[in-house]
């Protein structure tokens, strides 16, 4: 199965910087100069969809996302996006659950199920982010945290694995890893992988993607390992010669 490399730029890059980086990408796949078996997502900030949609158009294997949106189609949601906006801006995915809107913006595992049923719902690719805090892990909660992570935006979600299979995709990053440069180790991350197959039960055919300090120089080792079916990069996704060194990893 193709390895899915994904880039989350994060509250990072002017437009026509995120521009720059989507050109080189763009460039590299239709060169060829990536693998065939990997499919390319990249997060950008709203502001930089359009430029980085139009760089990255007719691109094989290459998905745009929004790294937020609000679950409703207009109204009075002051400083909110919607999905139709973001399709507007030539995306179609988009990451819900992010540990950085779970703790930074308070966002609740209910919120998180409604956003990603709504998006579902609505025809749009949806990356689900979970991952559970160092105070978690050490007080032994980490089957706890997932396992609720994981139910509470899986149950109500209609089952049509066909249909999920291309539409949905489970990002576990654990919290103590992002931006920290401590990435989790072999052991710990073939360990919460495998529960999170575990915890998927009859939705374990969803690629389970890692993230959390990848770099180019464990990139590789990282996507050797069983259930890793590919990558959520962060900082090393925000210069095209790092992001390109990991697809090719
Ligand atoms: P870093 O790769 O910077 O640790 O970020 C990971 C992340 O949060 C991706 O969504």
Known sequence: MAKIIAANWKMNKLRSEAEDVAKV??????????PADRTIMVFPPYLSLPPVAKALEGCERTLVGAQNFYPEESGAFTGEISLPMIQDAGAHWVLVGHSERRHILME????????????????????????ETLEEREGGKLNEVLARQI??????LPFDVQTLEKSLMIAYEPVWAIGTGKVA???EVLEAHG????????????????????????????????NVDGLLVGGASLAAESFLAIINA
């Open 185 to 187: 180790g072999e052991k």
């Open 195 to 226: 529960l999170v197959k575990e915890l998927l039960g009859k939705h374990s055919v969803l690629p389970v993607l890692y993230g959390g300090s990848v770099k180019p120089g464990n990139a590789a080792s990282l996507l050797a390992l069983d």
């Open 25 to 34: 990408l763009g460039q590299a796949i239709r060169d060829k100069k990536v």
């Open 151 to 156: 139910s509470t935006a899986l149950e109500p």
């Open 108 to 131: 609740s595992d209910e919120f998180i199920a409604k956003k990603t049923k709504y998006a579902l719902d609505h025809g749009f690719g949806v990356v689900l982010c979970i991952g």
